[in-house]
């Protein structure tokens, strides 16, 4: 598989977001290359209809974002649908809760499917008229071999399978039987309905598939009223010729499973979308298989389907990521015929650059440590001001009080700061954003040699940021808050959930689960925020030099804030995955 590290996408990199829309501006690619020339020959009288068939048995994820992205867009781009259908042809997985957030998921991410909502179980029974008619044509039958017979027989890759004995049933007993099949008087595996199509085929799923299992289940929507259920690839073909789908676009994986799709369709003589495939999208530093995610979920390494760390659509929502950067981010990738395992950071690049512009700016103390400004006078407070966006001054302006005491950040003090350190140290001095430069005098330090106090000088003629004539400028410049004034919220910091590139892939061999990262979540219970900061639990904030951080919607109330973070100001993985400071 090929990486594709930031740089990389940068040179490539052709869209970008049209600010007047506030949507991305669209780049060719090989199937709006498809699309266009159907059109140009008036295939389907120039209909564009897509779809978007996620199987109700998860949560959605980044990947089916991108599809989302695909399919969506280019019914919006071309004037046409996008249908939303569940493709619900297995009971036993799927529920009403998956379809829920599915639709909520969806329609986050700023599309809509309008009254093109539809069901695969809808079809049903359409589906087995179908079959029937395959059986009468001699094209179908039903084999009651055991399951393992099955699979041996079917061959391999260098040889061909072999016929099941089955296979010259009279059209009369495969009617008959598949119709017992139907009303319930076979148990589970007892037999299967198979196409009959060439057991020496070089391409192994056109050797007799499987079209038909016995499952006595009850399903999410048709209850108790089937006992067989259609498999994928027969399901999927009818399901998109009944909705009048132009474009089938689907994953990589499908591409052999095409000639079936194009079997089938041909077979029955009906209405035949047209299936494309494009490369999944992949991400490192995670998983994305539906199975691995709801092992996280149900062994609670994670503390839910939109645990911030997962890369669940209901995740990021939760921790911070708008739809339009996730959108962003899809469009940024392309459309491509190759499998590429992206590099996260261009996710985080994405969410950095949306928040960059909405983000409303305040100071957020994570680590507090103390600081006395012993030449303010005890009882004076003076009221400072900063604007609330730098680049966007119809944001307006938040203002703070300046007091005695301040809390800065651990992280802004050393004790013994090496020479490029530009932040505060003992006999040095160092900028309050927008307000005074200090001097720290004297360290106090607990009997663990903890340092708990910092006794400070300001210089009155360095007020609201600024450095009079003459006088040296300070390099460092540090956040601060007020200390009588801040206000007490909670802080999580969330990081990659795995240590590792690639978890639990080929070149580690050993299983994802051993590879979470623990440090994922780092969770500040008394972080000190800007004083009169009036939250919008539904707005984004940076804090000013940390990161971007978002109220985190489950757990925040206007009394007892709690802020996820959505990503860090910079890059602090580096390109070899190591975790930075
Ligand atoms: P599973 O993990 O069980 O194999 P799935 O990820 O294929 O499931 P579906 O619900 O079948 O999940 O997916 C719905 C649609 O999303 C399909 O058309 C599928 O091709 C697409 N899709 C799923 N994963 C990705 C991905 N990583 N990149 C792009 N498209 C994806
Ligand atoms: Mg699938």
């Not at 060439?198 to 499987?210: A, G, K, T, W």
């Not at 994570?366 to 966006?389: M, Q, R, Y």
């Amino acid at each position: 598989m090929q990486k594709l590290m930031p740089k990389r996408v940068e040179k490539t990199f052709q869209g970008s977001m049209n600010t007047e829309t506030n949507q991305p501006t669209h780049i060719t690619n090989f199937i709006r290359n498809i699309i266009d020339a159907d059109i140009q020959l008036n295939k389907n009288e120039g209909r564009v209809i897509t779809r978007f068939p996620p199987e109700p048995n998860g949560f959605l994820h980044i990947g089916h974002a991108k599809s989302i992205c695909i399919n969506f867009g280019l019914a919006r781009d071309y004037g046409g649908r996008c249908h939303l259908r569940f493709d619900d042809t297995n009971p036993t997985k799927e529920e009403d809760e998956y379809v829920s957030s599915i639709k909520q998921d969806v329609k986050w991410l700023g599309f809509d499917w309008g009254e093109h909502l539809y069901f695969a179980s809808d079809y049903f029974t359409q589906m087995y008229e179908h079959a029937v008619t395959l059986v009468k044509k001699g094209l179908a039958y039903v084999d009651d071999s055991t399951p393992d017979a099955i699979r041996s027989s079917r061959g391999t890759l260098t040889e061909s399978g072999k016929e099941s004995p089955c296979r010259n049933r009279t059209i009369e007993d495969n009617l008959d039987l598949f119709s017992r099949m139907k009303n319930g008087e076979f148990p589970d595996g007892a037999m299967v309905l198979r196409a009959k199509i060439d057991m020496s085929s070089p391409n192994i799923n056109l050797r007799d598939p499987v079209m038909y299992r016995i499952l006595h289940a009850s399903h999410h929507r048709t209850g108790d009223r089937w006992c067989i259920y259609p498999m994928y690839d027969w399901a999927h073909g009818i399901e998109d010729s009944i909705e009048g789908i132009t474009h089938s676009i689907c994953t990589l994986e499908f591409e052999d499973h095409r000639p079936l799709y194009d079997w089938f369709l041909k077979q029955l003589g009906v209405y035949h979308p047209q299936q494309i495939e494009f490369a999944r999208l992949n991400l490192n530093y995670t998983v994305m298989s539906k199975r691995k995610l709801l092992e996280l979920v149900n062994e609670k390494h994670v503390s839910g389907w939109d645990d911030p760390r997962l890369p669940t659509i209901s995740g990021f929502r939760r921790r911070g990521y708008t739809p339009e950067s996730i959108r962003l981010f899809c469009d940024r990738l392309g459309v491509g015929k190759k499998d590429a395992i992206i590099d996260m950071s261009i996710l985080e690049d994405c969410v950095r650059e949306d928040l960059d512009v909405k983000a409303k700016r305040v100071m957020c103390v994570l680590d507090p440590i103390k600081v006395v400004i012993t030449n303010w006078p005890d009882d004076k407070l003076e009221e400072l001001g900063a604007s609330i966006h730098p680049k966007t001054p119809e944001m307006g302006r938040r203002s703070f009080m300046m007091t005695r005491e301040v809390y800065i950040d651990r992280d802004d003090f050393m004790l013994d700061p090496p020479k490029n350190f530009f932040r505060l140290g003992p006999k040095r001095q160092v900028r309050l954003k927008y307000a005074y430069v200090i001097t720290c005098d004297e360290v106090i330090k607990d009997t663990s040699g903890r340092v708990i106090e910092l006794r400070c000088t300001y210089d009155p003629e360095t007020g609201h940021g600024k450095t009079p004539e003459g006088k040296k400028k300070v390099k460092g410049i540090i956040h601060w808050v007020s200390a009588p004034h801040a206000q007490k919220v909670e802080v999580r910091l969330y990081d990659r959930l795995f240590d590792r590139p690639n978890p639990g892939g080929d070149q580690d061999g050993g299983d994802y689960k051993e590879h979470i990262n623990p440090h994922s979540l780092k969770v500040i219970g008394t972080a000190y925020l800007e004083q009169g900061t009036d939250i919008n639990l539904q707005a984004h904030y940076q804090f000013e030099r940390v990161g971007y951080f978002f109220p985190d919607p489950k757990d925040s109330t206007k009394d007892c804030l709690v802020f996820n973070r959505v990503v860090t100001l910079r890059d602090s993985w580096g390109g070899e995955g190591k975790q930075g400071a």
